[in-house]
């Protein structure tokens, strides 16, 4: 239930027994990020220690972890996923002790949920979820309310927990299970020993205008809704690869409820790359570009996802992430006309080359987070598969770039190599296939993706404050470099190393 209150907003949730007390916490849990405050009230008894334990143990996804109270020591702090500080400042002397006890710097990094928030006075951010708990009848009724990107998250959050019951899952337990660059992010919901994954996928926010009057979404073919997910997997089951299985959907607001494909790492023990299941993987995309595809999927009935080409005007604003982003990082100011010019027309005349190239299904990111190891299974079905909902028909090489120059980990050359022999031989086996002609779309691709990778690394880190994607770069710009060495890049490769957008490598 959702009642207005001029700006602030208020959601009530009835909460008929201990448990529906413990799954709001989990509910909240997965929106908290950090500077979010919860103030936390109610009378003795109503609940406010079931919650506050379940929310911990949520954000710290350890089911028998000890929450003690914090009445005595003010404050306790858990280092969980978005670190977590429980404050009661019941005996509070006064709302200045807030300064000793080092709220605002822990709001830096962690969100902090607060009993006897009264005792705060003025001094807690406008932003504050206030969260009442009362009894009612033989239950009790909590009562969320404020404004902001904070609540809107609380509140979306509740809606997933409803669509999980129109699913038969309502009681399900709820953990984080992983996020990725844009804002979708998913969850690992368990009932009855049974584990599914809840994917949260909001409409693409498409941003402002960028070139001839489009945002770069829609040049990039961004997909801008979940239907595009569903389409594409439904496709893909049908072609033999193995992805999730939808249970339920709610295309307007984004959820879905799917199959789980398992814990197994693509990559080994240390995080290294298995020479074996590149290989694989370069075999389960071999069968895939070796049979047609259907450009218009349905999602459902009467919603149709037509998949975008990966066409000159997306090729170009891809690679244009270079010179936007990581040339003014690398050289501390932003790129020239003349730079700019001279890189389009570089550019323009690689990507004449692809015209005639052999197109397929594109997925995109196939590369390993996006693959999941199921060394118990038999052939294709070893490799689960995630995260494609952006794919676009393309030249077939893209993907072998992407999976055998991982943006994620170190590829040595030779894994490289094996992963391409893999997929080459693949082909071959499978009827005529030219080699030569793969093997400079492959460059092409590979030089294409990594000046991209390049720039939209950098981008997170300054647009969106994600530092922890510039370690990455080295590997990117030596990737970037094995791709310029075909012969066919020389041109391309000459102006990279004269405009110091690579170091000569030799």
């Not at 990559?267 to 570009?289: D, F, I, N, Q, T």
Request: charged share 25%.
């Amino acid at each position: 239930m959702t009642v207005s209150t001029g700006e602030r907003r208020v959601l009530e949730r009835r909460l008929p027994d201990e448990q529906a007390t413990m799954r709001l916490g989990e509910d909240i849990a997965m929106a908290l990020r950090a500077g979010d405050v919860i103030a936390l009230t109610g009378d003795l008894g109503a609940g406010k220690t079931t919650l506050s334990r379940a929310l911990i143990r949520a954000m710290a996804d350890d089911a028998l972890l000890e929450v003690p109270s914090p009445t005595f020591t003010l404050v306790q702090s858990y280092d969980t996923r978005v670190p977590i500080h429980h404050f009661d400042l019941y005996r509070l002397a006064s709302a200045n002790e807030l300064d000793e006890l080092g709220l605002d710097e822990m709001l830096g990094t962690g969100a902090a949920l607060i009993e006897w928030p009264d005792r705060a006075g003025d001094r807690l951010p406008a932003d504050t979820i206030s969260l009442e708990i009362e009894h009612l009848d033989d239950g009790r009724l909590a009562r969320l309310s404020g404004f902001g990107p904070a609540f809107e998250r609380i509140a979306r959050s509740l809606a997933m927990r409803d669509f999980l019951a129109t699913a038969g899952w309502g009681e399900a337990s709820r953990r984080h299970f992983t996020g990725d660059a844009s804002a979708r992010s998913y969850e690992t919901v368990r009932l009855a020993g049974e584990a599914r994954v809840l994917m949260n996928s909001p409409r693409l926010v498409l941003g402002p205008p960028v070139r001839d009057g489009k945002p770069y979404a829609v040049i990039a073919h961004t997909a801008q809704s979940v239907a595009a997910f569903v389409a594409i997997d439904r496709a893909l089951a049908e072609g033999g690869v193995s992805v999730p299985e939808i249970f339920a959907e709610d295309l307007d607001r984004g959820f879905l409820l799917i199959g789980h494909l398992g814990d197994g790492n693509f990559l080994g023990p240390h995080g290294e790359p298995v020479a074996e299941r590149y290989a694989a993987a370069a075999k389960v995309l071999a069968a895939m570009h070796g049979r047609p595809w259907q450009e218009r999927l349905e999602a459902a009935p009467g919603v149709v996802h037509e998949v975008p080409p990966f066409d000159r005007d997306a090729l170009m604003i891809e690679v244009d992430l270079l010179v936007d982003w990581y040339v003014p990082y690398a050289t501390g100011k932003p790129a020239s006309d003349a730079l700019r010019a001279g890189y389009k027309a570089a550019w323009n005349a690689v990507f004449d080359r692809l015209d005639s190239v052999e197109k397929s299904l594109v997925l995109r990111d196939f590369h390993s987070p996006n693959i999941i190891w199921r060394g118990d299974r038999k052939g294709h079905d070893r490799l689960g598969v995630i995260d494609f909902q952006d794919a676009l028909i393309g030249p077939s090489a893209y993907d072998v770039a992407s999976l055998a120059m991982d943006a994620r980990v170190t590829v040595p050359p030779e894994i490289e190599a094996t992963t391409v022999a893999a997929y080459v031989a693949a082909r071959k086996q499978a009827g005529a296939f030219d080699e030569a002609a793969f093997a400079e779309a492959y460059a092409i691709m590979a030089a294409q993706r990594n000046s991209k990778i390049l720039g939209i690394f950098v981008r997170l880190n300054e647009r969106d404050g994600k530092p922890a994607y510039l370690k990455h770069l080295p590997r990117i710009s030596d990737y970037l470099r094995r791709a310029l060495a075909h012969p066919a890049l020389a041109a391309l490769r000459d102006f990279y190393v004269r405009n110091g957008l690579i170091g000569d490598a030799g």
